[in-house]
């Protein structure tokens, strides 16, 4: 059909050209020395102004991360990281640190008006209709404000950069910072764990439901510098809170390494819902440039009946590797897992999850949905197993690949152990172009072609939207839409 | 990074790289042939066996697993067995050594010993690739087998059945066969033990089909529950060829049966319909991977698999779609009932897409019988493990009723049912 | 034949009681029907007597030619000649119907204590009982109840019911999705099976049923109790006036 060749030739087309957040800010910085080495780490330890115990726990993490080698196991190719050309900290000058809006410099805020992101909690209280969303706005290597803290305060809830909280809540950060992804884990977290410079701490205690929607917008500005967040959220016996991230960067030619942690602990009857949507810059038409995503986000459900629930909407970055989990300790835990991958451009894709069964009567959902444009590579990666004693487990998996154009790859690799025979495990996979049909009826109707494949990918991601909190919904329906389309929104 | 620093070899590989040494001496064929076994035999001393490190024996740690190789053994005695369909031609195997009573007619036919002296046979003895262990150990030590030829035009009324008797030591064998245009045949590879004592049978067959040719090929191993059987199967499907492999695996210690695929003509069609009937300590891995390289093919798999004991079970299957391959249509399914809670399954199915106008999917499913058929049967006053042993085998079934041959469909059946018995 | 007594059951799974002190009595040779709208706990009380499960009784008892059956399994009441005939008859890929019907009736007659049939003879009977129910025997030959219509899984049933020669036949709105030719002829199986040391209950949500199958005793079951019992009239009089207001004189 002729009118589809040409929106395949079109999606090909479009690249970062449609990257609206590509802009690059000039912001007096304060830098390490590229390099990585013990004197850089206590470079960014004594910047923060961190404890003792905090700099040893990060030197351990990198004596070990010296004897580790990359992993090459994902399906994505690119040229070694020089780990030695990168500045492991940059902090805007004026602005080294979380403060008051008030003293946020001016520039900075312009950015995030720039990109839509609320900042001034008067404006926020002002749009009456909008339901209220506390910010952690993270600028490269740290935290330049956090809104809404005082009210989160009343509830009991924290919520703060995580280099606030290792010098105001020494006690929980100690108990819980590393016992979900251990400084040993991979190549990756244990680089985050010994270089990290900021991200967001969350804390819900018992039985309180948070009285609003958390998170953090991470942006990369600096040239040459690398993002090394790290995210610790807890949910104490019966808490509940949703968190949402969002990411983007400024279009370069260089590649930039984002090397995030994020650990969630659930409780009993605690319940965590995280949710991304990562738009990293994802380099331009000829592959040149774009944000090496190389993340480890993994939830632990500890408590009885705990829920964790991730949903990303992955469109950015040139690499993403990256496997949201689910430890199901706790009995009747249930871990969720809802993703849209969009890659178009050279972009590699290599994103799934692993559910662990180790409780007894515990459940897991996957929902994947892969759409692979343009010369890109999208694999989805998942693991569920049960532990021997892990009665009653149940697994549904549902994992969908759209390829548009035949220059593109998509890939499912699922991992699938069973221990138990009570374990009943489903798991279905397929991939398909969009229909004929469907593209015909729609055309029928007076829709024209670029439109119907945006409404039939939206048809083909719905399950997945549907999981993200009403207000990123639109967001990032806009978002695919974008990556796959250019004007059509 | 291993590669560099010499490996500690374990038992097993001593106990590879000794027969060599031991056996070279005896083993057919010279020149190419030699040099080939040679290179291989290198390999395998340099590599060691594959570890779970090697994503293609994730499951299945080789080298953990195979704890001791025994020794050739010259004077062992085996003896030809009835075949499975009265009828059928028989071409045994006996002890790793090729015994031909009569050449079936209407296909031509030597021993594979004859190839590996006459040195045709060096141009088989190479690795798939890096990970190819079963073709490593095969290619080292292959003695005998059959090189086959079903001429253009063929049709062979009565099955063809390869029948691999040991009884000890181990044994090494390889069948080429090659299936003329328009051929038709249905082909029983069979694999038994007599006798208690373990065995190390590996076994690769190279089935090339010409245009429209159309084979059913069956593999039933049945060997002892203390040996270990490294098998592969290679084909390549020519325009419209149509290739039917059933494989049941009912025995062993250590199973791996590798099934590697390529379409290179259009409208060539594959099914692949696999049991594993898995109790005692067994660990058998069926791995697949097929390349639909070319456009308009199409495929289907379904694997079942019934775990008792103390029984490990994998399957892997890889589905490629070429750049060009359009209009593929490739289907799999992996169904598994694990009895046991001391038994366990894995399952690794993939899917490598490069081209976008394909139909693909794959499902994997454990399970435990349904409660709702179990009820329906007991209320028409079937007790319930009989009720449940019906549905076992009704599980599995489903697969065998889809050979035709009604003959052939009862023969398994009651090799099934018989095994289910003494497991259930 | 049959007696419950102040029967009260729930869903294993939830607790939700369902069945809330009912009492039915039905002689041998007696045709009974359940009727009574959507939810009032007739198809419970079809699985509650075949042994599901899915739910527990937790008061009073249901007593089969004068014993109890709340401790058998299911395969035991059915070998003790209770039969249901579903409403959904459930699709087992991999079961030939020919080798269901054979270990079934086998199995029943071993219970019993009575010799297995020989091939033969379980052939002939299948055949007999087939062709008076217009059984193609083609179907036969497919996996059990796998890829039949809904006029052919009923009819199945039936044909079920008149191999197994049960004493207490249950049939779960055997009439649901069957057009009037396919009504008739199950009707007919069950008029045939209709005998003097036989019982038959009938749940059904139409009184068209009765018209074939003429009831000797109709009873109103709502919210998991008889709420009024009578002879036949009593279901003219349902399919005119609707349940209201017997629900509300009972109420």
Not at chain 1, 101 to 123: A, F, M, N, S, T
Request: aromatic share 8%; hydrophobic share 40%.
């Amino acid at each position: 059909m002729a009118a589809v060749q040409e929106t395949i030739d079109q999606v090909a087309l479009i690249d970062v050209d449609q990257y609206k957040y590509g802009f690059e800010t000039t912001i007096e910085m304060d830098k390490a020395p590229k390099g990585l080495s013990e004197d850089i780490i206590r470079f960014i330890s004594a910047k923060k102004d961190e404890p003792e115990w905090m700099l040893e726990w990060r030197l351990d993490a990198y004596r070990r991360w010296l004897t580790l080698e990359e992993p090459t196991w994902a399906r994505v190719n690119y040229p070694k990281i020089d780990f030695n050309d990168i500045h492991y900290y940059a902090a805007p000058k004026s602005t080294p640190g979380p403060t008051s809006i008030d003293d946020v410099d001016p520039e900075l805020l312009k950015v995030y008006e720039k990109l839509g992101i609320p900042l001034r909690e008067q404006e926020i209280l002002a749009g009456v209709e909008k339901p209220r969303i506390a910010v952690d706005a993270v600028f490269d290597s740290v935290s330049v404000v956090t809104t809404f803290k005082e009210e989160l305060k009343k509830a009991g809830v924290i919520f703060m950069s995580i280099s606030e909280a290792i010098r105001e809540h020494p006690e929980l950060v100690k108990k819980y910072l590393g016992t979900v992804v251990p400084t040993t884990d991979n190549y990756y977290a244990t680089l985050n764990s010994a270089v990290f410079t900021d991200g967001s701490f969350v804390f819900v205690p018992k039985g309180v439901r948070c009285p609003m929607e958390l998170s953090t917008y991470f942006r990369i500005n600096e040239k040459g510098t690398g993002q090394f967040e790290r995210t610790l959220i807890i949910a104490e016996d019966g808490a509940y809170v949703s968190y949402l991230e969002g990411c983007t960067a400024p279009q370069r030619d260089e590649n930039q390494l984002h090397a995030a942690v994020v650990e969630l602990v659930a409780l009993d009857d605690a319940e965590i819902k995280y949710s991304t949507v990562q738009n990293w810059y994802p380099g331009d038409k000829e592959g040149k440039g774009g944000i090496y995503n190389f993340v480890t986000k993994r939830g632990d459900c500890r408590g009885k009946n705990s829920k964790i629930s991730w949903t990303q909407v992955e469109t950015g970055s040139a690499i993403t590797w990256k496997y949201p989990s689910c430890i199901l300790r706790g009995d009747g835990s249930r871990g969720e897992f809802y993703s849209i991958a969009v890659s178009n451009g050279h972009q590699q894709i290599d994103s799934g999850t692993k559910m662990i069964h180790l409780g007894k009567n515990t459940s897991s959902r996957i929902v994947s949905k892969g759409i692979a444009a343009g010369v890109s590579q999208n694999t989805y990666r998942g693991q569920v197993s049960t532990h021997r004693k892990a009665e009653n487990a149940r697994n549904f998996t549902q994992c969908d690949s759209l390829l548009i154009g035949d220059k593109c790859g998509a890939h499912t690799v699922p991992y699938i152990e069973a221990r138990n025979s009570s374990a009943q495990f489903e798991h279905e996979a397929t991939t398909s172009k969009i229909s004929e049909d469907q593209l015909f009826y729609c055309l029928q109707r007076g829709i024209p072609t670029e439109a119907a494949i945006a409404l039939i990918v939206n048809g083909f991601v719905k399950e997945v939207i549907q999981e993200l909190p009403m207000e990123f919904a639109v967001e990032a329906q806009k978002l695919i839409g974008i990556s796959l389309e250019g004007s059509v929104g | 990074m291993n590669m560099q620093t010499a490996i500690t070899m374990t038992a097993a590989e001593t106990a590879l790289v000794d027969a060599y040494t031991a056996m070279i001496g005896e083993l057919p064929g010279e020149g190419a042939v030699l040099s080939a076994r040679d290179a291989l035999l290198a390999d395998l001393k340099r590599q060691g066996l594959p570890t779970r490190r090697v994503e293609a024996w994730h499951y299945t740690d080789l080298r953990a697993l195979l704890r001791a190789v025994p020794a050739h053994d010259p004077s062992a005695f085996a003896q030809r067995v009835e075949p499975l369909v009265a009828g059928s031609s028989v071409l045994s195997v006996l002890n790793g050594k090729a015994d031909v009573k009569t050449a079936p007619a209407g296909i031509n036919l030597r021993s594979y010993a004859e190839s590996l002296v006459e040195g045709v046979a060096a141009a088989d003895l190479i690795e798939r690739d890096t990970d190819d262990a079963i073709g490593r150990i095969n290619g080292s030590f292959v003695r005998d087998g059959f090189e086959i030829e079903v001429p253009e035009g063929t049709v062979l009324e009565q099955p063809l059945e390869l029948q691999l008797v040991q009884s000890a030591g181990q044994s090494h064998s390889r069948f080429p066969v090659t299936f003329g245009a328009n051929s038709r045949a249905t082909v029983i590879e069979r694999h038994l033990s007599v006798g208690d004592a373990a065995s190390l049978v590996t076994v690769v067959s190279d089935l090339i089909l010409d245009d429209s040719a159309e084979i059913t090929w069956i593999i039933l191993q049945q060997q002892g529950a203390s040996d270990s059987h490294l098998a592969q199967v290679n084909f390549d499907l020519g325009a419209n060829a149509k290739l039917r492999l059933f494989i049941i695996n009912a025995g062993g210690k250590l199973v791996r049966q590798e099934i590697h695929g390529v379409t290179t003509g259009e409208g060539a069609d594959f099914q692949l319909r696999g049991i594993n009937l898995l109790g005692g300590d067994t660990h058998t891995d069926v791995t697949f991977t097929l390349g639909h390289d070319v456009p308009n093919t199409t495929s289907k798999e379904v694997i079942r698999n019934v775990l008792f004991d103390r029984a490990k079970g994998v399957f892997q299957g890889q589905i490629r779609v070429a750049p060009d391959a359009q209009k593929t249509d490739a289907k799999m399914a992996c169904n598994t009932l694990l009895l046991s809670d001391d038994a366990d399954f894995s399952a690794k199915p993939e899917l490598e897409i490069f081209a976008d106008d394909v139909q693909c999917g794959h499902g994997a499913t454990v399970i435990d019988i349904n409660p709702t058929h179990l009820y329906y049967l007991r209320a028409r006053g079937i007790p319930e493990n009989k009720a449940r042993a019906m549905l076992v085998n009704a599980f599995v079934d489903e697969i065998v009723e889809e050979l035709e041959d009604e003959g052939l469909i009862e023969t398994l059946e009651t090799i099934i049912s018989a095994w289910l018995e003494k497991h259930a | 034949m049959l007696e419950i007594r102040n029967l009260h059951a729930r869903i294993a799974e939830d607790g939700t009681e369902i069945i809330r002190g009912l009492n039915l009595t039905v002689k041998a040779g007696e045709v009974a029907a359940i009727m009574g709208p959507n939810g009032s706990g007739k198809s419970t009380l079809s699985y509650i007597l075949s042994g599901r499960e899915d739910y527990e009784v937790t008061e009073g008892d249901i007593l089969y030619n004068g014993e109890s059956i709340l401790e058998l399994d299911p395969s035991e009441r059915a070998a003790k000649g209770i039969f249901l005939a579903f409403q959904y008859p459930v699709e087992i890929p991999g079961v030939a119907t020919m080798q269901f019907l054979k270990v079934a009736m086998n199995e029943q007659r071993k219970f019993r204590g009575e010799a297995e049939l020989t091939t033969p003879d379980f052939i002939r009977r299948v055949k007999e009982a087939s062709a008076r129910l217009h059984i193609n025997p083609d179907m036969l030959k497919r996996p059990l109840n796998v890829g039949f219509s809904g006029g052919e899984k009923k009819r199945a049933e039936i044909l079920q019911m008149a191999l197994l020669e049960p004493k207490l036949c249950v049939l779960d709105e055997t009439d649901s999705g069957l057009d009037i030719d396919a009504l008739k002829i199950v009707a007919d199986g069950v008029n045939a099976l209709r005998s003097p040391d036989r019982a038959v209950i009938v749940i059904t949500h139409y009184q068209r049923l009765l018209e074939y199958i003429v009831p000797d005793t109709v009873h109103v079951l709502y919210k998991g109790q008889v709420i009024k019992s009578g002879d036949k009239s009593l279901a003219l009089d349902l399919e005119a006036n609707g349940y209201a207001d017997i629900i509300g004189a009972a109420a």
